[in-house]
Nanobody, 128 residues
Framework: QVQLVESGGGLVQAGGSLRLSCAAS????????LGWFRQAPGKEREFVAG????????SYEDSVKGRFTISRDNAKNTLYLQMNSLKPEDTAVYYC?????????????????????WGQGTQVTVSS
């Protein structure tokens, strides 16, 4: 059974940094596309960043470009999100997600419905 477990969230001041991790168990992540999403109170879940199964392609939501970096370590079965220059509007629950279909995992997709495994989320709060 596939499990995704996020960690690394917390409270940080504006301008600070956090590094989120997502540890996968049950199967190797090497053939999966992986992504980060976030959901703020009263808002829909939105795409933040994604990386395809080969790691050759990444995609970012416009507001985080240049501040966030997604990476993966297949040997550790772990996905990361380095978040720098954090802003109060980055406050949300952050979720990691996996897209395991082999053909579709060559691409990064922003649509929530395209991802079939989800973690439980980790809270990120940025104070002003």
């Amino acid at each position: 059974q596939v499990q995704l477990v996020e960690s690394g969230g917390g409270l940080v001041q504006a301008g600070g940094s956090l590094r989120l991790s997502c540890a996968a168990s049950g199967r190797t992540i090497s053939t999966w596309a992986l992504g980060w999403f976030r959901q703020a109170p009263g808002k829909e879940r939105e795409f933040v960043a994604g990386i395809n199964r080969g790691g050759s392609a990444t995609s970012y939501e416009d507001s985080v470009k240049g501040r966030f970096t997604i990476s993966r370590d297949n040997a550790k079965n772990t996905l990361y999100l380095q978040m720098n220059s954090l802003k109060p509007e980055d406050t949300a629950v952050y979720y990691c997600a996996a897209k395991t279909d082999f053909l579709n995992s060559a691409f990064v997709t922003a649509a929530v419905s395209a991802w079939n495994y989800w973690g439980q989320g980790t809270q990120v709060t940025v104070s002003s």
